[in-house]
């Protein structure tokens, strides 16, 4: 992409109790637009409604640490990390994928992760992920089988290990 064209970058904050209807929306679009080349209607409906269930959503961000990325006031992705080494939740808006807004998002998180005494992360992997977490450093650990109200979904287990933080003596 030229210069020219390159989307404004965006900005970070934590997430606000007040994100969650804006997250469970960005995370349903994502999960219905962006994953039919790797989950069926069915599959993506499942997940769709589980991933954007306000209550449980709320409950989530409440335990996790949660980043949102902006363009223009704007949310356009978000992050989710729990218990300081699992990524819980990643999804980018629609109209946002491709340029950027995850690896953002990833990064902040990893170092903050890091910061906290992190030895390494992990993630179960959606289909459409795979290549995002393997350009990142993950390596896949197991394959998964989901119920998701009475539809099957797999992921895939991945794991990083994080570079222990430099020492000064
Ligand atoms: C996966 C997802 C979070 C990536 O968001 P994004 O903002 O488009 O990612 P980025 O623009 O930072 O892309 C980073 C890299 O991943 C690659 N990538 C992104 N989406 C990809 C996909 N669907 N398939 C293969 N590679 C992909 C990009 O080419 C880019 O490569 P580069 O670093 O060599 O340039 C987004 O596609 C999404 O929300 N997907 C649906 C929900 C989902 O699967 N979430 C993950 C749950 S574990």
């Known amino acids: 992409m030229s210069g020219a064209n390159r989307p404004p970058t965006a900005a970070l904050r934590p997430a606000l109790p007040g994100d969650v209807p804006m997250l469970a929306a960005i995370a349903e679009a994502a999960i219905l637009e962006l994953t039919e080349e790797d989950y069926d209607s069915d599959q993506r409906d499942a997940w769709a409604a589980a991933a954007s269930d306000e209550e449980a959503l709320a409950a989530r961000l409440t335990d996790q640490l949660t980043l ?9 992705g978000f992050i989710a990390l729990a218990d300081n ?11 946002a994928v491709g ?40 390596a896949p650990k ?10 099957w979904l797999a992921n895939t287990t991945m794991e990083k290990p994080l570079a ?6």
């Open 85 to 95: 080494r699992l990524i819980d939740m990643l999804y980018v808006r629609p109209e």
């Open 164 to 169: 222990a933080p430099e020492t000064t003596h």
């Open 99 to 138: 340029e950027g807004v995850a690896s953002l998002l990833y990064d902040a998180i990893e170092r903050l992760a890091g910061a906290r005494g992190a030895t390494s992360l992990t993630v179960d992997a959606s289909d459409t992920a795979l290549d995002f977490f393997s350009k990142r450093g993950f």
């Open 68 to 76: 949102v990325a902006t363009r223009d006031g704007e949310v356009v």
């Open 142 to 151: 197991q394959r998964n089988t989901l119920s998701l109200g009475g539809v």
